[in-house]
Each structure stands twice: as structure tokens, then as C-alpha cells.
Nanobody
Framework: QLQFVESGGGLVQPGGSLRLSCAAS????????VVWFRQAPGKERERVSC????????NYADSVKDRFTISRDNAKNTVYLQMDKLKPEDTATYYC?????WGVGYVCYPMDEYDYWGQGTQVTVSS
């Protein structure tokens, strides 16, 4: 059974940190580029960060640059999003998605090109 499951969300105070994980089962995550999206109530879905299948290339939204770090451990079939210096505006449901990548290609793709999606994990930044 193919699954892509996020974890690590929760309630954190402003300035705090969280580490999200996205674990794949039933497919080899090392063949896939991965993206983290987020969506807050009443707002459009926003791409947060992307990583290519090897982990050698990454991309970040301006809103999270220098605060968030995406990484992956293909041996564990898992991608991570380390979130530091969290702000209330980071409050959202965070989703990961994977896209099979032939050869090199781009780091990020339009949302509708991703093959597998997780169910989301809630991150709330509040004092």
C-alpha cells in the first residue's frame, strides 16, 4: 500500500522550533522530488520548500528563507522540514507531496504534477 504520512506538527510559541517529517511507504522516495506546501484557513495553498530526489538542490519561499530547512534521508524514505524562528503567520496545515523524477529536471513543479500527497499536519504558532 502506497502511503505518504506527515508528522511532527503541534502548538509552539513564537520563536520556537518544530521538525516535520514525511515518511513514505510502498514506494522508493529516492526516485521522487518532494515539496512541502501549507494552507492556512481562508488562504491559498502556498509552496514552502522543495528538494530534488538526491537532496542536492533545494528551494524556499521568501517567507521562510533562512528560517526553514528541508532535508531528506533516502535510506529512511523520509523527508524533513526543520522550522526555526516560527512566527504566528506560519500557522497552517502542512502537506508534503512527491513527484517521480526522470533524470535531473527541476526542483519544484506545479502542485497538480505531484503524484502522492500526505494527509497534512497542523502547525500552530501562538503564545
Amino acid at each position: 500500500q502506497l502511503q505518504f504520512v506527515e508528522s511532527g506538527g503541534g502548538l509552539v510559541q513564537p520563536g520556537g522550533s518544530l521538525r516535520l517529517s514525511c515518511a513514505a511507504s510502498g514506494f522508493t522516495l529516492g526516485d521522487y522530488n518532494v515539496v512541502w506546501f501549507r494552507q492556512a484557513p481562508g488562504k491559498e495553498r502556498e509552496r514552502v520548500s522543495c528538494i530534488n530526489k538526491s537532496g542536492g538542490a533545494t528551494n524556499y519561499a521568501d517567507s521562510v528563507k533562512d528560517r526553514f530547512t528541508i532535508s531528506r534521508d533516502n535510506a529512511k524514505n523520509t523527508v524533513y522540514l526543520q522550522m526555526d524562528k516560527l512566527k504566528p503567520e506560519d500557522t497552517a496545515t502542512y502537506y508534503c507531496a512527491a513527484r517521480f523524477q526522470w533524470g535531473v529536471g527541476y526542483v519544484c513543479y506545479p502542485m497538480d504534477e505531484y503524484d502522492y500527497w500526505g494527509q497534512g499536519t497542523q502547525v500552530t504558532v501562538s503564545s
